[in-house]
């Protein structure tokens, strides 16, 4: 009988993306150390995050940001009583927060993320599913502690998912306290980021045992803008356009 | 005639603009002064009637007067109204200076109001306004679907397991891990713990001479082989003991083991079938 053949997953089948990083690109390579996340990955600067909400949270988001805060070290949730993004940027520059967390919800659910990295950089813009708080989350662990995690950024494969994995990175401190056994992963899977905070334990060689802990929620990029928060005047780089990128059930952008 | 009409539309008869709740009555008449269906706010039964509108901003006082009834046309008069809030209560009150008193009264009441009101608007135009945009049913449902086969297509738990394997490999965790025998001995070991562990004689002389033809052929000599195979055979037991109790504390010196069923059930299945006795031993003494 004649070998069988490999089956054809919409992941073999993937429309070839001429964006696609190849790891010896130089270019590429010349591009990352001279952007905006430079200063983070020469260790010149230290992640300080600022995570807030829209106007007027819910039970379910503000605990959802707590939560957020304790896997992210170095962070903390402030409320947003109404104030404009735009008068709080330069006072987060001010105060040397590197990052920037909105979390947008919607009838007591977090449905939307920006994040935008402070000094004027990039500004990214998901939307955000399937949100699960850790009292939700099956077989978990007990609380995450105060070491710093690991970071895994998965199948991040194109120079759009390489700056937004570079924004990710750039959320956590460069050196993890493998003490602590912590794990935050970010899967790209199909445009679709998967997030999820573990615990592991290497029982052998060959075999690691995870547990999860922490909070678990889905993103998908909306928009990517060049400059800080700005509706009307930034400069998009990428934009989700329904009706031009949703037509093919085999190209993705990330 | 004022009179007559109200006696047939207001309490009798049917009155278009007229709503009845359980405990009150509303007139949905654009030129009426307060609202509810009475006889004095009426504007259908009042041949002598104003009121306040406002029109994109700016607040007019509209009058209606006897003289002007069989002309419908020019029935209501329309006064501009300044932005002055004081000056334009003045105004009201030279327009309606001899005007019945609850007319007044009820005007300047609106007028306030009004203003009130544009003031608000004004104000809140200058916050962020909530953009409210419209869920697409068809695509909400497309997205939760793609992303459900997402999560599936994904493995995330094998996808983390392998990329911290890799990571061990790579040694970027330095010397924390000692797994100190290298990979190789120890599927060795396990291979040779596999092959004496099973009580078929003939196996296991078929396995150790296997592995003795290789031992053999590097060494040359008979009588190693049979020292070695007798200490095989009587120490294998305490060497499997050994690796038992290593193997235990090992894990648990780790700290927290986070599956422990599985955990057991997944170490080769050596100890299962041998040494029914030994295992209670090792349990009590870790614990």
New interface residues.
Partial sequence: APPKPVPK???NQREYDETTVDPNDEEVAFDEATDEFAPYFNRQTVPKILITTSDRPRGRTVRFCEQLSTVIPNSHVYYRR?L?LKRIIPQCIARDFTDLIVINEDRNVPNGLVLSHLPDGPTAHFRM??VRLRKEIKRR?KEPTEHTP?V?L?NFTTRLGHSIGRMFASLFPHDPQ??GRQ?A?F?N????I?F?F??????????????ELGPRF?L?LRSLQKGTFDSKFGEYEWIHK?REM?TSRRKFHL | SPQVVWDMLGNRQFCSYKITTKTQNFCRNEYNLTGLCNRSSCPLANSQYATIREEKGRCYLYMKTIERAPFPRRLWERVLLSKNYEKALEEIDENLIYWPRFIRHKCKQRFTKITQYLIRIRKLTL??QRKLVPLRRK?ER???R??E???V??Q??N???K???E??KQDT??D??N?PIH?FD?ALQQQDAESESESDAEKEEEDEDADKREFVEADDSDLSDFEDMDKLETSSEEEREEEDEEKVSH?RS??????KGP?RR?RPYIEIEYEEEAEPATKSKAA
């Fill in positions: 997953t919409i992941e109404g404009a599913s399937s662990g690991e895994i998965n493998f003490i794990v992963t899967h899977q199909r445009d679709y998967f999820r573990h615990r592991y334990i290497f029982k052998s060689e060959k075999k690691v045992g995870i547990q889905t998908k329904r949703d | 916050k962020r695509i497309r997205e939760k793609r992303e086969k997402a999560l297509a994904a995330l738990d996808a983390i397991e990329e911290l394997l990571r061990l965790y330095g924390i891990y797994f990979a120890k894990s780790k700290g927290k083991t986070p599956l955990a997944k």
